[in-house]
């Protein structure tokens, strides 16, 4: 049995889960997003119904617990702003005995919509277009440190174009894998785009560059982001020639 699988079971223990006052528990961090190991530690919220609660008092185990002892009402009180609101993209609820509420509550903070992002969704775009045509012509002149510096920063800006046009807030890029089976809309089909993505950022390799650029350039065009890519006066698919 993994760990996670530990934990889940753990915490559905009677003793815990049927505590009068616990309206629920929502685990976050590495093991929600199924990358956690033995060094570390448990991310969870502990959700009460009402001021004056008896905390849970957990039975004796050998894991280390980050615990945030939360009230239902207006949970889980960050807002978009907040850097800790991209942990609530993996979230995963252990139990909620509140019909929906907390599940809700997440999705209200983690998932505004693609309208939310869309003003300024372009000055993303452009910042990606930016370090891609960067990252190639470092690569022509052959400043390989400089072609690896600008290639991890396009798949960063990529990551946060990602999440934004999919409706969501953002989380730590390390996280894309576990979160990507929700995103309905991507410049090519996840195994793919994984792929390419690992040649980017390990190699910098420039045809796996070109392959995302164009994928990416052809949805946001659909998304109605043309004129940030007319912006560039033809220099981004001039390095697709020069490439060859």
Not at 16 to 24: E, P, V, Y
Not at 25 to 35: R, W
Not at 48 to 73: A, R
Not at 124 to 135: F, I, K, P, S, V
Request: hydrophobic share 40%; proline share 4%; glycine share 6%.
């Amino acid at each position: 049995m993994d760990i996670y699988n530990e934990i889940v079971n753990f915490l559905n223990q009677d003793s815990i889960k049927n505590h009068a006052d616990l309206a629920g528990i929502v685990l976050l961090g590495s093991f929600s997003a199924n990358q956690g190991d033995v060094l570390s530690d448990i991310d969870i919220d502990f959700i009460y119904y009402n001021e004056g609660y008896v905390p849970v008092c957990l039975p004796e185990n050998e894991w280390e617990w980050d615990m945030n002892e939360m009230l239902l009402d207006g949970y889980p009180g960050f807002d978009r702003d907040h850097w800790q609101c991209g942990a609530y993209v993996t979230a995963k609820i252990i139990f909620d005995k509140t019909n929906g509420v907390i599940k809700n509550n997440i999705d209200e903070l983690v998932a505004p919509g693609f309208e939310y992002f869309k003003p300024n969704l372009g000055y993303a775009l452009d910042g990606y277009y930016n370090a891609y045509y960067r990252a190639m012509k470092c690569l022509r002149r052959d400043n390989i440190f400089g072609a690896h510096i600008m290639a991890c920063m396009s798949m960063d800006i990529l990551n946060t174009i990602l999440y934004q046009v999919n409706g969501f807030v953002q989380t730590y890029p390390n996280r894309l894998p576990a979160t990507i089976h929700k995103m309905n809309t991507l410049p090519m089909p996840m195994d793919d785009l994984f792929d390419q993505m690992n040649q980017v950022a390990i190699h910098a390799d420039g045809h796996a560059q070109v392959q995302i650029y164009l994928a990416v350039k052809e949805m946001m065009d659909r998304l109605g982001y043309n004129d940030v890519y007319e912006s560039w006066e033809g220099k981004l698919d001039q390095e697709i020639e020069l490439l060859k």
